[in-house]
């Protein structure tokens, strides 16, 4: 089975039947800044975008409209794959606020989470907390955002037998990856912290408080305690 183009290997927009294409940016963490990407631009036709966590999926609404729409993704990778030479050279435009999610460092699993990366706890809260953090794409839950940092450098196994319910709130790391739990829920993340932020409210317009392409950055409010 053939895999999409990896770092450093060019960007693709391959047909997914007749109505949607696969987008495989040449490096997964531009997934975040090709959702927001795309967002911006509103190209008529499309009916959804879809990210996951290394390629994102796009749906239209006709053969017709197809080909138009195919021309406009495909300017879109190309902005984003410029944009990151922009950020290798220092040249790049100034990205909007990240989304400041406060969190309370007092999560089951910290003390054993720093043992496996051989730090001390204050330690995984500095790196936690200095990471510029995005959101790739959302699932399992309505507002799990999936949130990869290129600065984030630990990879953490989820837990060996998962927890039957995990608290709204709770700040997670899996992987490569960190999540706020939106809502009680099972769940295999290690658990390291919790906010008193509402990350899903349906009585909230976007219900999403972090969307896909959505810059994030934790602070430690035990740290001004």
Do not use: N
């Not at 495909?74 to 100034?94: C, I, L, N, Q």
């Amino acid at each position: 089975m053939s895999r999409g183009p990896r770092i450093g290997e060019a960007a693709a927009v391959r047909c997914a039947g007749d109505r949607a294409f696969l987008l495989t940016p040449d490096d997964p963490e531009q997934v975040g800044r090709l959702v927001a990407e795309l967002a911006g631009r509103s190209v008529a036709g499309v009916v959804d975008v879809l990210p996951a966590a290394e390629t994102v999926l796009v749906t239209v609404d006709s053969v017709r409209s197809a080909p138009r729409v195919r021309r406009e993704l495909e300017r879109a990778v190309a902005v984003v794959s410029a944009a990151k030479s922009d950020v290798s050279r220092g040249t790049s435009t100034p990205a909007t606020e990240p989304v400041r999610i406060p969190v309370r460092y007092d999560g089951p699993d910290l003390e054993s989470v720093a043992e496996m990366l051989d730090l001390r706890p204050d330690q995984v809260i500095a790196a936690h907390t200095a990471a510029t953090w995005q959101c790739a794409f959302v699932g399992f839950a309505p507002g799990f955002g999936y949130l990869t940092a290129g600065d984030w450098r630990y990879r953490v196994p989820r837990r060996d037998t998962a927890r039957t319910r995990i608290p709204a709130g709770s700040v997670g790391l899996a992987g490569g990856w960190s999540a706020v739990y939106p809502r009680e829920t099972p769940g295999g993340w290690q658990l390291i912290g919790t906010t008193a932020l509402t990350m899903w409210d349906t009585e909230r317009d976007p219900p999403a408080l972090v969307h896909a392409g959505a810059r994030v950055r934790f602070v430690d409010v035990g740290a001004a305690a």
